[in-house]
């Protein structure tokens, strides 16, 4: 690790003064900070640990809530809330990595949090244009089983790890920000990239902005939600591919339907094309497997990531399957 | 900038590079928290913090100024092992006992939560009272590896420990 | 090799193939184990027992001191920084920065690193242990991606990690080997296992096979695989007095302490290696490059260094097991009847070491045949030294031999046990010796039983519960048993009736500690807390690899020999005063912490009065074991019966593994609890090869890829169902207590009865490990 100098913010606006020099980080709950720090992928000169900022979970007006960005991920899935009316993002956060990181992973840490690429990683050994922009990738023509199948660029072909944000995606949530210039909204949609030439960058975040809170629309009493995550062992590592979806039901036809999915792109997929196909139609295996066809009509596998296409169709056609099936 | 570690103040290191993990086997001598990994994917540097299980190779020490950590260290009283550990004896819940202090305060950790309510991945409902079926114990206790394969007596040690409580 | 080894091999070939002729020719009493143990026919005692891990409190408290916990005055910490490219020269070292940085102590290059031999690489003699035939950072070649270029010292762990961090390294790069491709185009060589040649060839297997009416021909491959002990590699390193002491995670304290005097010009008796706990080895603690750095800078910095591997570095420093290609190939009547068992293939090995993954061993006594053709042959890579990994040989042939046999019952209809058990030799197919015990249709019988394998259908993708198919399949597990030679014990006994047995031997986890307490304890006629057993530690006599499985064994016969030259000390003693008086040792056991005549038990003394009388407070008996005659008499083989029932996601082609039986024939085993915990940690060893294990070896530049736990994946609590295993518990009559080594046999057969479940679960043979979803899907 690289020397740096470590501050505790009191309250946000402290934190935007810690931070207002280059070189300076948040620091959150540091699950993927301090690693990338000790590969010397990240270099802060400064922290600032946000971890501490007040971090609660708020029912807002409408019905929806109002999360802290320091609410640990442990907390937000243990939310009594969460659990009746966002059962979706209750599960995506229960199936990421362990229970000791969950404790600790902080809601705006989470977001934030970087690719897994193993090029990515290798900072001696591989070119990696997201860590040394113009470098090359060697993930292009490398190991890629955990790589993207939509939206990837010649300069990078990296996935988004979170489980938690392809909930939030499904969820049209929004993320709280401030910064010098002052406080802003994002829509989920809008937080996150896509490589393009740029894939140093992740995110629309500008240089020392802060999170502050994610905010989740209230969801229709009759929507259903759910998560389903497919890895290579049963707990404890990241997506192969995973789906987020909510449904609402007028009678046998889809009313609406949210679907993101996770593990294929460079970003939490928003499934807009299946969602269009699929809305006001009936919530039939052919008709879910056709929208993902259309989904995934531009999907451009690599070497050995090309079972994405057919898994995420069958998850999401089993996933929807079982949101309907839940609501008979 | 203090930190209480089993009860016991202690300075906190002057580089803020020092993980938590680093702070107790390095500068304390408090060996028995284990580094597998130092990166966050093993579980055995696992320690109770206020109660809370967190892994102590990705935290800095300096991050936690001020709360209360238990190691392995800290679970025996006046020389009588910890129920746990006494469990973990008898039902073989290791071999060469590396992943072992980890898995306890893990399961600890565990147990609290549990009380506590809060679900896990293999939870079908999520607004349901808990039940720690084997299948919720391996869940829950899946963010500790053991390589030595130890993992049915751990869970047997653990589930001895639960319905201990439960009968209690 | 050099020439000079080559030449020694011969010449120990040579040697073996005469004793190889006498030895199976001998009468049984002149060999090892030709007379039984006595041990064997106590039945009441506390062998057997399941007893709990007698350091089973130091471990649940933290307390147990593994090597990088030992604290020294003025210790240093090291890192060590890896190179980039598989092979070439290092152009440029950029040191400046790191030597600048705040707490460095020391840089060493090959610049500056002290002279030192080249360590003996292990095979070339009993003592040797070094991972290669190579220099350690002698010059400025690089041999594989991921060698140690420099070693940073300072004075903490996060100085010197930062130090390390500012070397540049700049190289000249020459063509290197790192595809298989590549690799098998330059040609495969003869494989050499321990001197021996890995081929066999019975009859005209190819002919044979031509002409059966039944036939399965396949090719299998498994991938490459790490150890990933979870604690990581270190060790904690000091000069003192001229000498140098290592306290390390090691797996051959005594072969480790020679092979570091050679490399720095020392007596033996000045090297001390320490390994009283190791968390963790499965072959791969054993002597690296990192050792030799760490005591070569803490003597350039005259300081004590504690060395670390990072995780990483695990990977890129110490080697794992091989990738193999195997054919199998089986012709057979209609009734089952093997007529051709055809089983070769290559293994990837470095330039640099002689570990030809020995797929074939277990399919040498496995079944009978008309004729066999067996072959391992190498094909070259420039890589790390791969090594011996849980089970070499066996763990990864058993998947291809035993998936090969389940073919072969499909494509006869005939039950897959039934198949093997028709296919039951009598004496070893390929040496034609006689087995030491072998009861292995008992421990099909006894598992089918239990498992309740008549339910299974034989019909693939029959049994489905919601998204799930469930399917059954079986493998036979096979691991020789082994005893090296080279093995001693000290026994001493006092008069307050306590024993020492000292072995250098190691305790990993395998339950060793505590199962040679009670041995020596039923051996000597003593109480368990009467005995302490101190181990891991190279200034104990003798050599013990914790190897093979054969620790044992090895503790077991040198104890034996110690203890009787104990007996003879005690009677010479005992004098004629005693009721003991004139009585040999052959004729006298121990019990209730005294001698005793055998036949005559009212003639019998204590120790204490022994020793009393001899005005003696101790007596002292150390021996070497007897060499291991005993593998060349008898074909000496442990067995088991797996049976594995998984469930397969039809949805997205997940596999989990939802019952699982051992059924082992082992000889007698020794301690219940921790041979159970040793058989399923072989068996969850197995089942990750199965579903998940694979070290990501990118052809490219032969850089692995996935060098850490969360790319890396192994089982996690969830992946492991609860593993039911029984044994047969019928003693071998030649090994010492009638018992066999079992720390390797569990991981044996996994695989293949995992796949072949996977079959019968959907109707899909899965050829290459590990079995991904994406194979399913
Ligand atoms: C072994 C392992 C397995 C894992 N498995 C999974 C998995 O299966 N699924 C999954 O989703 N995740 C997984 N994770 C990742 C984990 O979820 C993230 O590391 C965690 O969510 C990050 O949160 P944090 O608070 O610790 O972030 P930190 O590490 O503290 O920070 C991450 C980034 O966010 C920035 N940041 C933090 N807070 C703010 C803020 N308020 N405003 C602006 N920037 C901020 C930091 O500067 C940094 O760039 C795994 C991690 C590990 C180590
Ligand atoms: S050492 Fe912390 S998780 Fe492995
Ligand atoms: S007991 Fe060895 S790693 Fe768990």
Redesign the pocket.
Known sequence: MTPFTYARAADPDDALRLAARDGT???????????LMRETIAQPARLVD?SGLPGAIEETDEGGLLIG?AVR?SALAEHRLVRTRYPVLGRALLA??SAQ?RN???V???L??RTRCAYFYDSDGSRCNKRAPGSGCDAVAGFNRNHAILGASPACVATH????CVALAALDATVQLQSAQGARTLPFAELHRLPGEHPERDTMLAPGE??TAIALPPLPAAARSTYRKVRDRASY??ALVSVAAVIELDGDRIADVRIAFGGVAHKPWRAARAEALLRGGPATPAAIRAAAAAEFADAAPLRDNGFKVELATRTLVATLGDLVGATA | MSISINGALAELPQDPRVSLLDFLREDLHLAGTKKGCN???CGACTVLVDGERILSCLALAVQYDGRAVTTIEGLAEGGVLHPLQQAFIEHDGFQCGYCTPGQICSAIGMATEARRGAASHVTADLTAAVTLSREELQERMSGNLCRCGAHNGIIDAIGEMVAAELAA | MSILDAAKGAAQATIQAAMGKLVPLAPDSWIPGGIPDPLIRRQHGVIGAALSRLDGPLKVQGAARFAAEFPLDDMVYAALAYATIPRGRIAGLDVAAAEAAPGVVLVMTHHNAPRMNQPAVFGSSPEAAGPADLPIMQDDRIHWNGQPIAVVLAETQEQADHAVSLIGATYAPEPATTSLAAAKAAGPQPGLFMGQPLRNEIGDAEAMLAAAPHRVDQLYRTPRHNHNAIELHGATIAWIDGGLVVHDASQLVSAEAATLAGVFDLDVAQVRVTSPYVGGGFGGKCLWDHQILGAAAARLAARPVRIVLSREGVYRGVGGRTLTEQRVAIGAEADGRFRALIHSGIAAMSPHNNMPEPFILGTRSGYAADSFSLSVETVTMNMLANTFMRAPGESVGTFALESAIDEMAVELGIDPIALRIRNEPDKDPTSGLPFSSRDIVEAWRAGADRFGWAQRSATPGTRREGEWLIGMGCATATYPYYRMPGAAARITLGRDGKAVVEVAAHEMGMGTATTTTMVAAERLGLPIDAVEVRYGDSIIPGAILAGGSQQTAAIGAAVIAAHRALVADLLKLAGNDSPLAGLSADEVGCEDGGLVKLDEPTRRESYASILDRAQRETVVAAEEASPPLELMHWSMHSHGAMFCEVRVNTVTGETRVSRFLGSFDCGRILNAKTARSQFRGGIIMGLGMALMEETQFDERNGRIMNPSL?EYHIPVHRDVPEIDVIWTDIADPHTPMGAHGIGEIGITGVAAAVANAVYNATGKRIRDLPITLDKLL
């Open positions: 980080a948040y620091l959150g709950g540091g699950t993927n900070l301090v690693d946000v960005a991920n990421g990595a990181i600790m992973a902080t705006g840490g989470n934030l949090q790890p979170s489980d938690m802060l999170i590592a990241f | 990166q966050g994917a | 969360s």
